[in-house]
């Protein structure tokens, strides 16, 4: 039955948004009902369309295509981020240096160490340039793995990991290591897990989504002029 | 689309704004409608302008560039973000059913992921810890230091 309502474009498309938004708010009341965090919407929703695809045979690209709708709506929705952002302008102008200062070196980090051990475990360079990018937002990551001949599957790949491991665990090990300022949560999601961390954090507070929309902007635009130089410099030691 | 579909669906089925003490008490119909148009307005033009600047300049992408445009002129009042508040921040709390149709992209990658997957998954793991801990400490202690 699913197979037939595919085969039309309008309907399917339909069909296809609807149900995902469908699981999508189940989940987030079944989340709200239960207190638990693991029953995260994104990613629970992400596994029962994978297992509704294999079972009834439908290829991801019938799918995709017929959810455009709400892919469309990505950019937008990563435009509206910069509300949260204007709201915390003036706290953040007043910190600029030491936000700056913080996330360099955290990007900094980030590509050395996904570099070295990825060269060290696996040792393939294209893979090794796609899990440097991982903490960076889809678009930007994309572009520049291409640019440095990355492969650019693994690195949607390892995006939407480290998107989902920094949203699902990011706060309770924060709040583990003691760091309890919601100002230093958001900043660390948002640099570590990008879009994803962010969306996921926005619920917690107004503050962890300013912080981390910054974080996602700020490393974003740090990492697209930095890992062209680091990974150049790292590629010739291996 | 969606956002207006999605826009008049939350304020029919929301009940009426409570009273603000800075803003007017009483939001008609008419003016939530033209708020939420005036949103998507406001979104999407700074979205155009976003995809000018990166087909100038493409350093990043349009969408980004949008985010720091649509930041800007809220900053600089080219738009009223009283009328924007309530949208926006009905747009941040869906947000991410957006992400559900590029995640589930994972699936055609299957034979790489047997290839390298518990490899690749370690090292996300790791790193991203690596790179929490490091912003989230550093940050606390900047934090302090200034304040």
């Known amino acids: 039955m699913i197979t037939e309502l595919l085969n039309n474009h309008i309907l399917s498309s339909i069909f296809a948004v609807v149900s995902t938004i469908a699981l999508f708010q189940l989940t987030a009341v079944f989340q709200r009902k239960l207190n638990a965090i693991w029953l995260q919407p994104m990613l629970i929703s992400i596994l029962a369309i994978i297992a509704i695809l294999l079972w009834q045979d ?22 509206a981020l910069g509300f949260p952002l204007y709201q915390h302008l003036e706290t953040i102008t007043k910190q600029w240096k030491s936000i700056i200062l913080v996330l360099l070196f955290g990007a900094f980090i980030a590509i050395v160490s996904s570099f070295v051990i990825t060269m060290l475990l696996i040792g393939d360079y294209s893979i090794a340039v796609a899990l440097s990018l991982k903490s960076v937002t889809t678009p930007i990551a994309i572009a520049i793995a291409g640019q440095l001949d990355g492969n650019t599957a693994i690195t949607a790949f390892a995006i939407i990991l480290a998107g989902f491991f920094g949203a699902l665990v990011g706060p309770p090990w924060l709040r583990f290591i003691k760091v309890k300022s919601p100002k230093a949560q958001g900043l660390a999601i948002g640099a570590a897990s990008h879009a994803i961390g962010t969306a996921t954090v926005s619920n917690i507070s107004y503050e962890h989504a300013a912080y981390s929309s910054l974080a996602l902007i700020v490393s974003a ?18 | 689309m969606m956002l207006v579909i999605y826009g008049l669906d939350s304020w029919l089925l929301k009940p009426p704004m409570k009273a603000n003490k800075d803003t007017v008490s009483v939001i008609t119909f008419k003016q939530k409608t033209f708020n939420v148009l005036y949103s998507i307005f406001a979104i999407f033009s700074c979205l155009a302008l976003g ?3 990166s087909y100038f300049a493409p350093i990043l992408p349009g969408s980004l560039y949008g985010l720091i445009i649509f930041t800007l002129t809220l900053h600089f009042r080219l738009f009223n973000a009283d009328r924007i508040k309530s949208s926006v921040m ?19 990658h299957f034979e790489l992921i047997k290839q390298f997957g518990i490899a690749i998954v370690a090292i996300t793991f790791v790193t991203t810890f690596l790179l929490l801990t490091v912003v989230g400490l550093h940050y606390q202690r900047y934090a302090v230091d200034d304040e």
């Open chain 1, 58 to 79: 439908i290829s991801f690209e019938s799918y995709f295509s017929s959810s455009w709708l709400l892919n469309a709506l990505l950019e937008p929705a990563v435009v």
């Open chain 1, 221 to 238: 635009v740090i990492t697209a002029l930095l890992s062209p130089f680091i990974i150049n410099f790292l590629a010739t030691l291996f």
């Open chain 2, 51 to 53: 995809k000018l600047c």
């Open chain 2, 90 to 108: 009905w747009c941040l709390k869906h947000m991410g059913v957006c992400f559900v149709p590029a995640g589930v992209g994972i699936i055609n």
